[in-house]
């Protein structure tokens, strides 16, 4: 005899997007690799601990923007009572070659070449955030296969999803997934359609002015005038021909582009303790290998 | 009512290019797979080339064992000729290249190429002028033409993956390759791609990407059925002219004279 549940389809569903990530582990474990030597490692983010990647994206976000269209896609959901289930994929050997194929994919002419430039490279704040290379390429195609594994198994259970650079970054930057050389984000949910493309709060936030002067500034040559005059000239408004503005080129300030980059690596320093301190309270014990995953 | 009868024996006859093509239309429908997989920016950078037939892929595997031996002595000198072997083997190849990863990197200043948050490795190792990457350099001394942009091959990953995951859903059986890219570039293949992998696919009893015993390009199928063909020739001389005396015969019926011999003994 069954016991009777009555069941809200929804929340039970919700619930249920933990056995989707398992299914995306399973496949992405199978993936057939090139190399079959990428070392690949997964973990479950779900809950609260989420606010602390937010705060990272945030931060990060002052470097390179893309972390902030993922910040806020997420807690468009996160504060909607939606919130996906992060699945951070991450590899743990893609940035030392022990292969000897010596095939110059990376670069240079030996693997060795390569993981003696590895060790040795000097790392700017901004290149602390972003990738910590160079790597291996074969094993670095191999990861891609790896993480569409994931994605493809996601989308035959018919889950949204999107593969961000941005969410794994801003989790290994707070404390997670430290022993491995890149670390890729895979928000599972919420059960919405293409939830993760034709964002919503870009759609609010967006209006034609701000949109054009973006455009204007990235192709610039859309709306060129005739170049004869010998005027750097681009068309601006209905009546255009009364509101010419002047393309112009000016240095981008790089050093302070690093400064900003050191003060967001301190910030999200302090991110990190506050994560592993929160982390502590809750009895959660990273290098444990079953880490609870309750919401 | 046509009639599609399919085998997979003899290799090449008329029922086994009956199942032949189907897994051709498996690799059609892999490198639509590979061209919807997920990318940085939803910018195109997969081309395709699908090629098979008995010349093709002998010549595709022709090019792996002249490459195994530029690179005698190292064990990829091995899987080169390992893997010529699996070309031969399969039903059909599909070619899948990345045009961007040499020419038109992401520009994403990841770090991946070089670790120092830039793109300066691989624009300090490529002709450029003002970032802009000068195409027509086309000449490299190693097995692939790097430095290549990481985002780029990262995302190629996925286009090869999702290939493998349609065969996959299909239940046929694939496995990429970066040997057989390699030696379908300099034939010419994906013209326009520095990073290149050959996927091969089957629809066989067995899996041949599988359970290779070493020796691989010396023991393998095609040389044991040859062992056959060529002792086979030289024991069939053990025999006379049939015409004349045949042992077989002979033995026959003395067999059936014996089996007489019998029945009539039970009876009595």
Not at chain 1, 2 to 11: A, P
Not at chain 1, 198 to 225: C, K, T
Not at chain 2, 143 to 169: E, Q
Not at chain 2, 211 to 225: A, E, F, M, P, S
Request: glycine share 8%.
């Amino acid at each position: 005899m069954v016991d009777m549940r009555i069941l809200d389809g929804e929340k039970f569903a919700h619930e249920k997007l933990l056995d989707v990530a398992a299914s995306c582990i399973h496949s992405l474990h199978k993936a057939p690799q090139v190399t079959g030597r990428v070392k690949v490692k997964t973990m479950i983010l779900t809950g609260k601990v989420l606010e602390f990647m937010f705060e990272a994206q945030a931060i990060l976000g002052r470097v390179a923007i893309f972390n902030i269209l993922s910040g806020a896609t997420w807690q468009r959901a996160y504060y909607a009572e939606e919130p996906p289930v992060l699945l951070l994929i991450g590899a743990q050997n893609i940035a030392r070659s022990e292969l000897n194929w010596d095939c110059g994919a990376c670069g240079f002419k030996t693997c060795r070449e390569m993981n003696k430039y590895h060790k040795d490279v000097k790392r700017g704040a901004v290149a602390e955030i972003m990738m910590h290379g160079p790597v291996c390429m074969w094993k670095l195609f191999d990861f891609g296969v790896v993480c569409d594994w994931a994605c493809a198994a996601c989308w035959q259970a018919n889950v949204t999803n999107r593969i961000e650079a941005a969410s794994g970054m801003c989790a290994k930057a707070i404390g997670f997934m430290q022993d491995c050389d890149v670390v890729y984000g895979l928000p599972i949910g919420p059960m919405k359609d293409m939830f993760w493309y034709s964002r919503e709060f870009i759609g609010e936030m967006m209006d034609q002015d701000l949109w054009l002067e973006h455009a204007q500034v990235n192709y610039p040559v859309l709306w060129s005038v005739f170049p004869g005059h010998g005027r750097p000239t681009i068309k601006h408004g209905q009546k255009w021909w009364e509101g010419l503005r002047e393309r112009t080129l000016k240095d981008f300030d790089l050093e302070g582009y690093e400064k900003i980059a050191e003060e967001c690596l301190k910030e999200v320093g302090t991110v990190k303790e506050r994560t592993m301190q929160f982390l502590k309270d809750n009895n959660i014990d990273l290098t444990a290998l079953d880490i609870p995953v309750k919401p | 009512m046509p009639v599609i009868r399919m085998n997979d024996w003899p290799p090449y006859s008329a029922i086994d290019q009956n199942r032949r093509k189907c897994a051709v239309e498996a690799a059609r429908l892999m490198a639509n797979a590979a061209m919807t997989a997920p990318n940085a920016g939803g910018v195109s950078q997969v081309e395709a080339t699908i090629l098979y037939g008995m010349d093709e892929q002998e010549q595709l595997a022709r090019k792996m064992e002249e490459l195994a031996w530029q690179v005698d002595g190292k064990l990829i000198s091995r899987v080169f000729k390992y893997e010529a072997v699996m070309v031969r083997e399969s039903d059909v190849v599909l070619l899948l290249g990345d045009f961007r990863a040499k020419d038109t990197p992401m520009d994403a200043e990841c770090g991946f190429c070089s670790g120092t948050g830039n793109c300066s490795f691989l624009y300090e190792h490529r002709p450029q002028i003002h970032g802009l990457i000068d195409p027509t350099k086309r000449s490299f001394d190693t097995l692939v033409d790097g430095p290549l942009c990481g985002v780029r091959v990262h995302d190629f990953g996925y286009a090869v993956g999702s290939a493998l995951y349609m065969a996959n859903k299909l239940m046929i059986d694939a496995r990429a390759f970066w040997t057989v890219g390699v030696a379908a570039q300099r034939l010419g293949y994906c013209p326009d791609s520095a990073i290149q992998v050959g996927v091969l696919v089957a629809a066989l009893a067995k899996n041949p990407y599988v359970d290779v015993n070493t020796d691989y390009h010396v023991v393998n199928l095609q040389r044991l059925i040859d062992a056959n063909r060529r002792l086979y020739a030289l024991y069939r001389q053990a025999g006379g002219d049939y015409r004349v005396r045949d042992p077989g015969f002979e033995a026959e019926k003395q067999l059936r004279k014996d089996t007489t011999q019998t029945h009539q003994e039970e009876e009595e």
